[in-house]
């Protein structure tokens, strides 16, 4: 059908949008100039149709793709029955000028590649064939000398190359290069700019290689994780990284739209956007291993979004804090694998979900501990209006965590991430001496976890359910020790674990849930739920089997260790948007969490063995 597996494609990124490069060579999605801008390459979403710019050997070839140590640059590998040839993606990145290093970074709009001869003697096609705001545009593409210009629907790239350019029939623009062993050539793409400033890039490329090398070595020295599974803890904080609009420290979920949760089916999402919640994840699990100029970066984008005058929170956000996010369809598009609909825009913006509030003030409480960050007037006032808004509103029925997109319920992970919501408040306002809010939180906390316990817990299953009173089983439920609501060695914990053990998970992934959600067909497992379940089988100190599942799910990532939304358990094929800040924010903080759970382990077995020599 023209679409390969989705783990089979790297992200480079500037800070301002993200590029999806394919091993072949070709990138095969790029909305420019931002996350949720229209996308200029997406032949990811209609192999026929999509736009693309490809890199690669002519003929038959190998190939294989690894990042250049602990950056954002990625480099493949061609094999070809004459050489061997390297090519090296990035999008150009270093300090914005008049910041303070390692606050965020300055989006260049280029993508630069690197060809070079390996060894023998190789023959490589360059293609460029962009199709504007997803392939809705008219495109008119001109051969220049040594380059391209290509414009639609208001917009333009330029590309620099040492080839003479032909176009063909099918739009594209399309050049031959013969690399011997040794050579370099330098490839460069301009958004919006003329052919001169590709060119300018072009000559620049070994000190923008070098300069956007030095920023990832820089920013990742800032990690402190130590622990096990370091490599893939330090991959995921730099495809969290990725997704981090520098401008404003919003944080997208994905960089993608419409990548479906099953192949052939409708539930396909457009992710380009900024959930509270995930973000407020993302930031907590990135200040854990040391990167707190994110989460100071995120929650002065939440002070700008000036939301306490109105009182009004939604769910999510553009990245530079606009709330109009219109779901329409684009029809023209066949979606990857024929899946469709393809979406831009999110319905669910208008969804009430009640946990958004707990997920924040969960963020907000262990950043302003642990970084020492002084307390904004400003700030206070918005988690006040938060707190205040679980208080009066958590009896509500709401759609929560998983924005199901039927009718509302009494959802058990809505009403505990309310109590969270509460419960930090109300610990942050005796800390720091604060304003108490319009309403009594630690009264409504005290009633919320009184009505979840008896509400929320079925004996006869034997499990904290879905919703109050059902027997539906639902992953949701593995928050309850990670928020601090009950221990994880408490009976019922343990007991909704293992229920969910036996019932929601396949080949060791865990499903959200399997009951009815007015949807059509069914979804993949949900790849963060399983580092949920390790998370809980580590605190009940089964600490081989949180390993087994962690590593069973890291085998996923294939070469370049990125993960998406969800996976078929049983073909292993990554599925949903790619890659995903949620299952990258659980990977860092399951990681965390079996690392100390091995502390108590390792001082056992020492103090064992010391006994032991003595006798």
Known sequence: MGYFPIREYGMIGDGSTAALVHKNGSIDWCCWPRFDSGAVFCRLLDAREGGWFSVSPAGRYSASHEYAGDSNVLVTNFKTWGGRARLT??????????????KDLEPSHRILRLLEGVSGKT??????????????????????????????????????????????????ARATLRLREGQRVWIALAFGEEIDAARKAAIHGETELDRTLKYWEAWIRRCNY????????????????????????????????????RIGGVRNWDYRYTWLRDAGLVVRALETIGFEEEAHNFFEWMENLDLRWRGEIQIMYTVTGGSELPERTLGRLEGYRRSR?????????????????????????????????KLRDDTWALLTIMADTAAARWREF???????????????????????????AAALRREFQLPAGKLDWERAASEIRQTILTSGYNKDIGAFTQS??????????????????????????????????ERLMSHGLVYRYLNDDSLPGREGAFTACAFWMADNLAAQGRLDQARDLFEGVLKHGGELGLLSEEIDPSGGELLGNYPQAFTHLALIRSAVNIARAEQPEKARRAGGAGSHGKG
């Open 89 to 102: 993606d990035f999008m150009p990145v270093g300090y914005r000028p008049g910041r303070e290093q390692g």
């Open 226 to 261: 130590e622990g096990p599974y370091r490599q893939a803890v330090r991959r995921s904080a730099l495809a969290l990284k990725l997704l981090i609009y520098s401008r404003s420290g919003a944080i997208v979920a994905a960089p993608t739209t419409s990548l479906p949760e």
């Open 123 to 172: 023959e490589v096609e360059i293609g460029l064939r962009p199709t504007f705001d997803f392939a809705s545009a008219d495109t008119r593409i001109e051969v220049a000398e040594n380059g391209v210009v290509a414009m639609g629907g208001g917009q333009r790239v330029s590309l620099c190359c040492p080839a003479d350019f032909k176009l063909g029939k099918d739009g594209a």
């Open 398 to 424: 709401d759609r929560s965590v998983w924005e199901m997109r039927g009718r509302p319920r009494a959802f058990l992970y809505s009403k505990l991430m309310c109590w969270v919501a509460l419960d930090r």
């Open 341 to 373: 609909p393809v979406r831009t825009g999110n319905g669910a913006s208008t969804h009430v979900q009640l946990d958004i509030y707990g997920e924040v003030l969960d963020a907000a409480s262990h950043a302003l501990r642990r970084m020492g960050r």
């Open 468 to 501: 109050f009173f059902s027997d539906a089983l639902d992953a949701g439920a593995l928050a309850i020790a990670r928020a601090g609501f009950l221990p994880a060695d408490d009976p019922r914990v343990i007991a909704t674990c293992d229920r969910i053990r």
